[in-house]
Protein backbone atom coordinates (compact mmCIF):
# COMPACT_ATOMS: atom_id res chain seq x y z
CA UNK A 1 0.00 0.00 0.00
CA UNK A 2 1.34 3.74 -0.49
CA UNK A 3 1.97 5.45 0.52
CA UNK A 4 3.22 4.65 3.23
CA UNK A 5 3.27 5.88 6.84
CA UNK A 6 6.98 7.69 5.88
CA UNK A 7 7.06 7.87 2.31
CA UNK A 8 4.75 10.48 0.79
CA UNK A 9 5.38 9.46 -2.88
CA UNK A 10 1.97 8.25 -4.09
CA UNK A 11 2.88 6.42 -7.32
CA UNK A 12 5.56 3.34 -7.31
CA UNK A 13 7.33 5.00 -10.43
CA UNK A 14 8.13 8.62 -8.46
CA UNK A 15 10.66 5.77 -6.69
CA UNK A 16 13.22 4.43 -9.18
CA UNK A 17 14.10 1.23 -8.97
CA UNK A 18 17.37 1.46 -7.57
CA UNK A 19 17.68 4.11 -4.55
CA UNK A 20 21.55 4.77 -3.05
CA UNK A 21 20.39 6.02 0.81
CA UNK A 22 22.77 8.03 2.65
CA UNK A 23 21.85 8.45 6.08
CA UNK A 24 21.73 12.06 6.29
CA UNK A 25 18.88 13.27 4.04
CA UNK A 26 20.65 16.98 3.96
CA UNK A 27 23.35 14.59 1.83
CA UNK A 28 20.73 13.09 0.07
CA UNK A 29 19.86 16.60 -1.15
CA UNK A 30 23.17 17.85 -1.99
CA UNK A 31 23.77 14.41 -4.06
CA UNK A 32 20.46 14.99 -6.01
CA UNK A 33 21.77 18.43 -6.90
CA UNK A 34 25.24 17.88 -7.53
CA UNK A 35 24.77 14.69 -9.97
CA UNK A 36 20.77 14.53 -10.98
CA UNK A 37 18.99 16.40 -13.62
CA UNK A 38 15.40 16.40 -13.93
CA UNK A 39 14.95 16.59 -10.23
CA UNK A 40 11.97 15.98 -8.20
CA UNK A 41 11.55 15.66 -4.56
CA UNK A 42 9.54 12.58 -3.65
CA UNK A 43 9.25 12.51 0.02
CA UNK A 44 9.93 14.85 3.00
CA UNK A 45 7.67 13.46 5.76
CA UNK A 46 10.14 13.38 9.03
CA UNK A 47 12.28 15.54 6.89
CA UNK A 48 13.65 12.59 5.34
CA UNK A 49 14.18 14.32 2.72
CA UNK A 50 13.99 11.78 -0.86
CA UNK A 51 14.47 13.08 -4.31
CA UNK A 52 14.12 11.14 -8.11
CA UNK A 53 15.80 12.25 -11.26
CA UNK A 54 18.53 11.32 -13.78
CA UNK A 55 22.12 10.41 -13.67
CA UNK A 56 23.60 10.16 -17.15
CA UNK A 57 19.98 9.14 -18.47
CA UNK A 58 19.69 6.26 -15.65
CA UNK A 59 16.55 6.88 -13.40
CA UNK A 60 17.78 7.54 -9.91
CA UNK A 61 16.46 8.40 -6.38
CA UNK A 62 19.06 9.30 -3.90
CA UNK A 63 16.77 9.52 -0.07
CA UNK A 64 18.14 9.38 3.43
CA UNK A 65 17.92 6.51 5.44
CA UNK A 66 17.91 8.29 9.26
CA UNK A 67 20.66 6.71 11.73
CA UNK A 68 20.44 3.45 13.27
CA UNK A 69 19.36 -0.17 12.31
CA UNK A 70 15.66 0.77 13.13
CA UNK A 71 15.76 3.96 10.86
CA UNK A 72 17.38 1.92 8.15
CA UNK A 73 15.32 -1.02 8.92
CA UNK A 74 11.91 0.96 8.45
CA UNK A 75 12.90 2.88 4.83
CA UNK A 76 14.69 -0.18 3.14
CA UNK A 77 11.86 -2.57 4.02
CA UNK A 78 9.11 0.54 2.64
CA UNK A 79 11.11 1.00 -0.47
CA UNK A 80 11.25 -3.03 -1.51
CA UNK A 81 8.19 -4.04 -0.51
CA UNK A 82 6.00 -1.11 -0.67
CA UNK A 83 7.57 0.36 -3.95
CA UNK A 84 8.93 -2.37 -5.75
CA UNK A 85 12.77 -1.11 -5.64
CA UNK A 86 15.14 -3.63 -6.48
CA UNK A 87 18.22 -2.31 -5.15
CA UNK A 88 19.38 0.17 -2.47
CA UNK A 89 23.10 1.51 -1.69
CA UNK A 90 23.90 2.66 1.44
CA UNK A 91 26.43 5.43 1.20
CA UNK A 92 27.80 6.41 4.59
CA UNK A 93 30.35 7.04 7.37
CA UNK A 94 32.50 4.45 9.28
CA UNK A 95 34.72 4.14 12.08
CA UNK A 96 38.03 2.66 11.70
CA UNK A 97 39.25 -0.68 13.78
CA UNK A 98 42.67 -0.97 12.51
CA UNK A 99 45.80 0.99 11.88
CA UNK A 100 45.49 -0.24 8.31
CA UNK A 101 42.68 1.71 7.26
CA UNK A 102 43.25 5.42 7.25
CA UNK A 103 40.59 8.48 7.25
CA UNK A 104 38.77 8.84 4.18
CA UNK A 105 39.44 5.17 2.63
CA UNK A 106 36.17 4.07 1.43
CA UNK A 107 34.84 0.68 2.59
CA UNK A 108 33.26 -1.97 1.05
CA UNK A 109 31.30 -4.21 3.45
CA UNK A 110 31.44 -7.54 2.38
CA UNK A 111 29.92 -8.68 5.41
CA UNK A 112 28.10 -7.09 8.23
CA UNK A 113 28.25 -8.61 12.19
CA UNK A 114 25.82 -7.14 14.63
CA UNK A 115 25.14 -8.12 17.94
CA UNK A 116 21.21 -7.29 17.30
CA UNK A 117 18.78 -9.20 17.10
CA UNK A 118 17.56 -7.46 14.29
CA UNK A 119 18.95 -10.25 11.15
CA UNK A 120 17.20 -13.13 13.20
CA UNK A 121 13.46 -11.17 13.62
CA UNK A 122 13.26 -10.00 9.92
CA UNK A 123 14.88 -13.24 7.64
CA UNK A 124 14.31 -15.80 10.63
CA UNK A 125 17.63 -17.14 10.73
CA UNK A 126 19.53 -17.94 13.98
CA UNK A 127 22.31 -15.76 12.89
CA UNK A 128 24.47 -12.29 13.47
CA UNK A 129 25.49 -11.97 10.28
CA UNK A 130 24.54 -10.55 7.47
CA UNK A 131 25.61 -9.99 3.49
CA UNK A 132 24.85 -7.74 0.63
CA UNK A 133 24.37 -9.22 -2.75
CA UNK A 134 27.13 -10.85 -4.61
CA UNK A 135 26.02 -9.04 -7.84
CA UNK A 136 26.07 -5.72 -6.68
CA UNK A 137 29.60 -6.38 -4.76
CA UNK A 138 30.93 -6.96 -8.02
CA UNK A 139 29.68 -4.21 -9.86
CA UNK A 140 30.58 -2.05 -7.44
CA UNK A 141 34.57 -3.17 -7.27
CA UNK A 142 34.65 -3.16 -11.42
CA UNK A 143 33.53 0.48 -10.42
CA UNK A 144 35.80 1.28 -8.06
CA UNK A 145 38.76 -0.33 -10.68
CA UNK A 146 37.45 1.78 -13.66
CA UNK A 147 37.10 5.23 -11.64
CA UNK A 148 41.17 4.13 -10.18
CA UNK A 149 39.92 4.86 -6.61
CA UNK A 150 41.14 2.10 -4.05
CA UNK A 151 38.34 0.05 -2.04
CA UNK A 152 38.82 -1.78 0.94
CA UNK A 153 36.70 -4.99 0.77
CA UNK A 154 36.28 -5.91 4.86
CA UNK A 155 33.87 -7.55 7.14
CA UNK A 156 31.75 -4.52 9.48
CA UNK A 157 30.62 -4.15 12.22
CA UNK A 158 26.82 -2.84 12.27
CA UNK A 159 26.03 -1.90 15.99
CA UNK A 160 22.87 -0.10 17.65
CA UNK A 161 25.11 1.59 20.25
CA UNK A 162 27.38 4.43 19.37
CA UNK A 163 27.90 5.61 23.19
CA UNK A 164 29.00 1.89 24.50
CA UNK A 165 29.92 1.85 28.22
CA UNK A 166 33.09 0.21 27.74
CA UNK A 167 34.46 2.27 24.86
CA UNK A 168 37.44 -0.32 24.62
CA UNK A 169 34.56 -3.20 23.26
CA UNK A 170 35.79 -2.37 19.78
CA UNK A 171 39.18 -4.16 20.37
CA UNK A 172 37.29 -7.30 21.66
CA UNK A 173 35.05 -6.96 18.59
CA UNK A 174 37.26 -6.38 15.69
CA UNK A 175 39.78 -9.55 17.30
CA UNK A 176 36.93 -12.07 18.13
CA UNK A 177 34.99 -11.35 14.78
CA UNK A 178 37.21 -9.72 12.56
CA UNK A 179 35.73 -6.67 11.95
CA UNK A 180 37.92 -3.90 10.75
CA UNK A 181 35.24 -0.76 10.77
CA UNK A 182 32.11 -0.10 12.60
CA UNK A 183 28.98 1.54 11.27
CA UNK A 184 25.45 1.12 12.01
CA UNK A 185 22.92 0.63 9.41
CA UNK A 186 24.48 -2.75 7.08
CA UNK A 187 22.88 -5.30 8.87
CA UNK A 188 19.37 -4.15 8.31
CA UNK A 189 19.99 -3.11 4.73
CA UNK A 190 21.19 -6.35 4.33
CA UNK A 191 18.78 -8.66 6.01
CA UNK A 192 15.61 -6.77 4.63
CA UNK A 193 17.07 -6.99 1.17
CA UNK A 194 17.32 -10.58 1.88
CA UNK A 195 13.75 -11.31 3.18
CA UNK A 196 12.56 -9.66 0.47
CA UNK A 197 14.65 -11.18 -1.91
CA UNK A 198 16.28 -7.80 -3.54
CA UNK A 199 19.66 -6.47 -3.94
CA UNK A 200 22.00 -4.38 -1.36
CA UNK A 201 25.36 -2.73 -1.09
CA UNK A 202 26.99 -0.72 1.69
CA UNK A 203 29.63 1.15 0.67
CA UNK A 204 31.27 3.59 3.42
CA UNK A 205 34.27 6.93 4.04
CA UNK A 206 35.96 6.62 7.21
CA UNK A 207 34.92 9.77 9.06
CA UNK A 208 37.20 8.84 12.43
CA UNK A 209 39.48 6.76 13.83
CA UNK A 210 39.30 4.19 16.98
CA UNK A 211 43.39 3.46 17.10
CA UNK A 212 44.75 7.27 16.04
CA UNK A 213 41.51 9.13 17.00
CA UNK A 214 41.49 11.09 14.27
CA UNK A 215 38.03 12.95 13.35
CA UNK A 216 36.34 14.51 10.41
CA UNK A 217 33.76 17.55 10.91
CA UNK A 218 29.99 16.94 10.23
CA UNK A 219 30.49 19.41 7.44
CA UNK A 220 33.03 17.23 6.06
CA UNK A 221 31.07 14.08 6.14
CA UNK A 222 28.35 15.67 4.07
CA UNK A 223 30.30 17.62 1.57
CA UNK A 224 33.34 15.61 1.06
CA UNK A 225 32.98 11.87 0.51
CA UNK A 226 33.04 12.11 -3.39
CA UNK A 227 34.75 9.27 -4.50
CA UNK A 228 32.53 6.77 -2.40
CA UNK A 229 29.50 8.69 -4.10
CA UNK A 230 31.15 8.48 -7.42
CA UNK A 231 31.10 4.94 -6.54
CA UNK A 232 27.71 4.30 -5.73
CA UNK A 233 26.76 6.15 -8.88
CA UNK A 234 28.54 4.16 -11.27
CA UNK A 235 27.71 0.91 -9.78
CA UNK A 236 23.97 2.28 -10.22
CA UNK A 237 24.63 2.86 -13.94
CA UNK A 238 25.01 -1.34 -14.61
CA UNK A 239 21.90 -1.83 -12.73
Not at 60 to 86: A, C, Q, R
Not at 134 to 148: Q, Y
Amino acid sequence: MIPTPHIEAKEKSLIAETVIMPGDPLRAKLIAEKYLSNIQQVNHVRNMLGFTGEYKGKKLTIMGSGMGMPSMGIYSHELFVNYDVKSIIRIGSCGAYVKEINVYDVILATESYSESDFIEIVTGEKTRLARPSEVLVDKAKAAASTLEIPLHSVKVHCTDVFYRKNFDDYKMISKEHGCKVVEMESAALFANAKAAGKNALCLLTVSDHLVTHEVTTSEERQNSFTQMIEIALKTALEL
